[in-house]
């Protein structure tokens, strides 16, 4: 009945439209009938009507729920559910099953849209900041201290926890690196953890408008015990274990490539910067930064733009753009531009970070392969970004000094310009040094001037790709981040 594109976003529609239908219809009412209740079961009630709103709008959007191992599930014992994590309704899909007493255990609700993230404050769900990124985004969410000491105090009164280890859906179907913070939990509430695998959910409900007929398979495997102690080596044990369980489960599409990699030292991964692992330009925001700080003129910002219009009309090459454009510079002392790099990356890039790569890299930097920057963007930014991501090392462009009065100052000339073909050409100088074997090694771009490199490598994936770049994904079956 449904079929292609069109029908796959009609359903997604119809979805919304019941989902819409029973909150608007259930918040007034609930908002007046839980002035009735007892506090400790105003959020009951929340959930019981959230999961029916989730089964009414499955229902009609033609997605069967199969339920396995249900014999695991207690609705009476507190425990902790954890699952992986494949789209952004997983949460309800277990709160349908599991009943008024599993509360979710899930990112910032400033993350979600108003709405949702008010039903989810009602259903009295647990957020947490979850890494330094939330920290700077969403900084009126709970510390993962905070949030541990929240969800051991629910465990303690009986009820149990609906988790996500990976902390994030699942961007390109497979499974990402689990965190320990379920497993501590478990141990310092003496509760035991439930292994769920999560089926279907990406195929079935690819992206937050798009519902695809079928069926999700959610099953239950038996409780894990708590760990014995809280030692670091315990938990990380007991993390494995809760892994390999909700792996096995899983069909082997889930399973990252480099899952089960025994010479992940030869693995690579190259990632640009500017609107891949950056929404936004680097050297656009340290501009309009510097201006803020009467660092630079009008003039200057005027004159950067006029050369941005000759190169977007073709009428001077980007090399001699970005040769103009670095004359910014000249005279500049260097470690004053670090310093003030350093500050606008702590203060506003963190906050435009695209957290689909960041999550990415963790699992790569987990899995312990060679994490390289490789961006036009210049080496006092793209040093921070390293920094930050503790990377191997940052293929970038180089600026010329010079010592003036015992001081670093840029000439302002460019020593290499990382662009294009000579981005090709320094990852496989640094892959040949290294000893990385690209066509294992992975790597992350956004526009077509990135195709060189990323031809080199087993595993390209382009990130909100330019047009140009998502066709030659589309023709060479590359993976895309960001599609719909």
């Known amino acids: 009945m449904y079929k292609g594109r069109m029908g796959s976003r009609l359903l997604g529609q119809w979805f919304h439209i019941v989902m819409g239908f029973v909150v608007i219809v259930a918040t007034p009412f609930l908002a007046i009938f839980e002035l009735f209740l007892p506090h400790k079961n105003r959020g009951r009630a929340w959930r019981v009507v959230g999961a029916f709103a989730c089964r009414a709008a499955f229902a009609f959007s033609s997605i069967r729920i199969r339920v396995m191992g249900r014999e695991s599930v207690n609705p009476l014992a507190p425990a902790i559910y954890a699952a992986n994590h494949g789209c952004t309704l997983d949460g309800f899909i277990l709160s349908s099953i599991l009943g008024r007493r599993a509360l979710l255990f899930t990112a ?30 969403y900084p009126k969410g709970e510390s993962i201290r905070e949030a541990l000491l929240s969800a051991k105090k629910e465990l303690k009164a009986g009820n149990s926890l609906i988790i996500f280890p990976e902390g994030h859906i699942q961007y390109l179907d497979v499974m990402h690196y689990f965190h320990t913070g379920s ?23 690819p992206n937050r408008y798009n519902i695809n007929p079928g069926t999700i398979t959610v099953r239950f495997d038996r409780p894990i015990p708590p760990p014995a102690d809280t030692h670091p080596r315990t938990i990380r044990a007991a993390r494995d274990t809760l892994e ?3 792996v096995a489960m899983l069909p082997p599409r889930y399973v990252p490539p480099y899952y089960f990699d025994n010479n992940p030292h030869k693995v690579g991964v190259f990632v640009d910067i500017d609107d891949t692992m950056y929404e936004g330009i680097t050297l656009v925001d340290l501009l309009r930064y510097l201006l803020e700080l009467h660092r630079i003129h009008n003039a200057d910002i005027v004159r950067s733009g006029y050369l941005l219009f000759l190169e ?42 695209n957290y689909y790569l960041f999550t990415l890299l963790k699992d790569h930097a987990e899995a312990r392969h060679a994490i390289v920057f490789v961006t036009e963007t210049i ?20 600026l ?29 100088r640094f892959a040949a040094d290294a000893g990385i ?30 047009h140009a770049l998502r066709a030659l994904a589309e023709r060479e079956r590359w993976a895309i981040l960001g599609k719909e």
């Open 437 to 466: 074997d690209l066509s294992k090694s992975y790597g992350y771009g956004d526009s077509i001037n990135d195709a060189p490199f990323l031809k080199l490598l087993g595993h390209p994936v382009v990130v909100h790709p330019d």
């Open 400 to 428: 010329e000094t010079e010592v003036r009065h015992n001081h670093k100052t840029y000439t302002g000339r460019i020593k290499c310009l990382c662009y294009k073909e000579k981005k090709a050409e320094l990852v496989s």
């Open 244 to 246: 390999k369980r909700i």
């Open 108 to 137: 910032p609700l400033s993350v979600f849209p108003k709405p949702i993230a008010y039903w989810m404050r009602k259903m009295e769900a647990i957020d947490v900041r979850r890494d330094k990124i939330d920290d700077a985004k």
């Open 183 to 205: 497993n501590r939990l478990s141990a310092t509430a003496r509760v035991p953890i439930v292994p769920v695998a999560m089926i279907n959910t990406p195929e079935c409900i």
């Open 312 to 353: 977007r009309m073709h009428q001077i090459p980007h090399k001699e753009f970005m040769k103009r454009e670095m004359l910014m510079l000249r005279g500049w002392d260097a470690d004053s531009l670090h310093t003030l790099v350093a500050r606008l990356f702590k203060r506003r890039m963190l906050k435009k970070f």
């Open 379 to 398: 080496h006092p930014i793209a040093r921070e970004f390293k920094n930050f991501l503790k990377a191997r090392t940052v293929i970038d462009t180089k």
